[in-house]
């Protein structure tokens, strides 16, 4: 039993208990877990609800003709609306479960983009994008003669809104932007980024990877056209993740892939389309991932939304505090509104080495170009190292990552 209801105060990191991979250690130290942002641990309570599921739950769904078959239908469409709950959409047809946020963009790019992007149109990215919301664009650029243009980032690691806007033209198909940028910890200003991209009738979406397991996400309020994140990265299992998009527009989207789930009837001469959700979830969907999400959504909604963000962000001011101590580290993202991300090099140590050498204190952080290999071109950098939070870390593991980060330092200089 999650111990969330037993909380006397902001202070979150008694939750850790509720996180069975946190208690072991590694290299003989207590494990610091610093990779969030790669992906989250699960709580208890998640794990056991896919056992629960598998245990007494499990069969195909739509098709059974049977009690289980029901039950199983039931638990995948009443996650359904635990996940429209979370993003406030406005309707379970909105709500599309795909494998994660990387899933989420093809489908948006190979069906949405197919159809309304031809020779000579633009799509607008930023700079801080990471791979899986660059190459759908390009790739569907490359096959309609379309054009990718980017809206650059100031050497604090936010966009360039003024440059945004001079971007958009009668020739702007769609605006794809991140929500929290994974490299830099940015938060962007999603509602101002739609605002001006709706002013034009163009549609936006927002890569959702590294904001709903940190605070609150309302579609609405954003306005967003679609909205994508992953399961694994908001305490819930891999392999299953969310597209919202906005009814008007998946009605009028073709399927992405076809075959069972999608259809309303098939003759060998011609096929018709089931609605959304449906004609987007083709074959047997990940039914226990999905279950296994609404109960981390619910794990995270009975913690608190605004208590999980307000924990980070004073964690967040601990750490950069605390980091900023360290000799010769230098942070790459410096804007005014950041997620719990850190993301630094140092001088005289290749981030690869400060992660293995942090590693022998028991702490997980990473290092590398983050799947944002534009970004680390226009830092100027190869590779970064990244220290990123969730709502289990306290104030003793980053006094751990310090004196970790201290001691790399004096190794290679
Ligand atoms: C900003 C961002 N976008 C997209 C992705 C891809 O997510 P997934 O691998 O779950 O599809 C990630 C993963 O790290 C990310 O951080």
């Known amino acids: 039993m999650s111990i969330v209801d037993r909380l006397p105060s902001a202070d979150l990191s008694q939750l850790r208990r509720d996180f069975p991979i946190l208690r072991q250690q590694v290299h003989g130290k207590p494990l610091v877990y610093l990779d969030n942002a790669a992906t989250t641990q699960k709580p208890q309570v998640v794990i056991d609800r896919l056992s629960r599921y598998y245990a007494e739950e499990n069969s195909n769904i739509r098709r059974g003709l049977h009690a289980l078959g029901d039950r199983a239908t039931d638990a995948y469409e009443r996650a359904r609306d635990t996940v429209r709950r979370f993003l406030n959409a406005d309707d379970n047809r909105e709500i599309i479960f795909v494998r994660g946020v990387t899933e989420a963009i093809n489908l948006v790019a190979q069906t949405y983009g197919r159809t309304h992007v031809g020779p000579g149109d633009e799509i607008v990215i930023s700079e801080m994008e990471h791979h899986s ?223 293995t050498i942090v590693d022998r204190a028991g702490v997980a952080i990473r290092a590398g170009h983050h799947c944002c290999q534009p970004l680390m071109a226009r830092l100027g950098v190869p590779a970064t190292a990244r220290a990123s939070l969730a709502l289990y870390n306290t104030r003793e593991e980053i006094d751990v990552l310090a004196s970790a980060l201290a001691e790399a330092r004096e190794v290679f200089t």
């Not at 996400?217 to 990265?233: I, M, N, T």
């Not at 999400?293 to 964690?315: M, N, S």
Request: glycine fraction near 12%; hydrophobic fraction near 45%.
């Open 133 to 355: 919301n660059i190459l759908p664009w390009q790739v569907l650029c490359d096959e309609k003669g379309a054009r990718l243009r980017v809206i650059p980032i100031t050497d604090a690691g936010e966009l360039c809104l003024d440059r945004y806007e001079q971007l958009l033209s009668d020739r702007t198909r769609i605006v794809a932007v991140t929500h929290v940028s994974n490299a830099l910890g940015t938060i962007n200003p999603v509602a101002e980024i739609v605002r001006r991209a709706h002013a034009r009738d163009i549609p936006v979406l927002v890569d959702g990877a590294q904001a709903p397991g940190h605070g609150g996400v309302d579609v609405q309020a954003l306005a967003c056209d679609f909205y994508a994140f992953s399961g694994h990265k908001v305490f819930g299992p891999t392999g299953i993740g969310v597209l919202y998009g906005r009814a008007r527009l998946l009605d009028a989207m073709p399927p992405y892939q076809v075959g069972g789930g999608t259809i309303s009837s098939v003759t060998f001469e011609h096929t018709g389309y089931t609605e959304p959700p449906g004609r987007f979830e083709a074959g047997t969907p990940h039914v226990a991932g999905a279950v296994g999400l609404a109960a981390a959504i619910e794990y995270l909604t009975a913690v608190g939304l605004e208590r999980v963000e307000a924990y980070e962000r004073a964690l967040l001011t601990y750490a950069a505090g605390a980091l900023s101590h360290v000799p010769g580290l230098r942070f790459t993202g410096m804007a005014r509104d950041k997620a719990g991300i850190l993301a630094f090099v140092m001088e005289g140590v290749h981030p690869h080495d400060i992660a």
